[in-house]
Nanobody
C-alpha cells in the first residue's frame, strides 16, 4: 500500500496561488490513479481533481476548473496541485489520494489517503 504525504499548504490572500505536493512511498507510484480532495469545516470531503497513471487524462470539479491544475512526476513519485486565483471558498484541508484500480470521483473510489494540508484563503 502506498503512503502519501502532502505539503505546500498555507495562508494566502484571495487571488493568490499555492502549489501543493504529495509525495508517495512504499509502493510503485506509476500504477496509481491520483486524486486531490478537500474538506472545509462542517462539510463533507469533496473531489477536486484526478489524474490517470501516465498523466494523459485529468479531470476537475466544476468549482476549480480553469483555476487548478493537477500534474504528476512518476520519476519523483509526486503529484502536484497548482492552485491559482484562489478564493475564500477554497479554504479547506486538502487531501491527496491514490487508488490502484478505480477511476472515480468519490471518496470511496480511493483506498489510500494522506494526512492533509491546510489551505486558508483570506478576502
Amino acid at each position: 500500500q502506498v503512503q502519501l504525504v502532502e505539503s505546500g499548504g498555507g495562508s494566502v490572500q484571495a487571488g493568490g496561488s499555492l502549489r501543493l505536493s504529495c509525495a508517495a512511498s512504499g509502493s510503485t507510484f506509476s500504477p496509481y490513479v491520483m486524486g486531490w480532495f478537500r474538506q472545509a469545516p462542517g462539510k463533507e470531503r469533496e473531489f477536486v481533481a484526478r489524474i490517470n497513471r501516465n498523466g494523459s487524462t485529468r479531470s476537475y470539479a466544476d468549482s476549480v476548473k480553469g483555476r487548478f491544475t493537477i500534474s504528476r512526476d512518476n520519476a519523483k513519485n509526486t503529484v502536484y496541485l497548482q492552485m491559482n486565483s484562489l478564493k475564500p471558498e477554497d479554504t479547506a484541508v486538502y487531501y491527496c489520494a491514490a487508488d490502484h484500480t478505480n477511476w472515480g470521483t468519490m471518496v470511496t473510489d480511493f483506498g489510500s489517503w494522506g494526512q492533509g494540508t491546510q489551505v486558508t484563503v483570506s478576502s
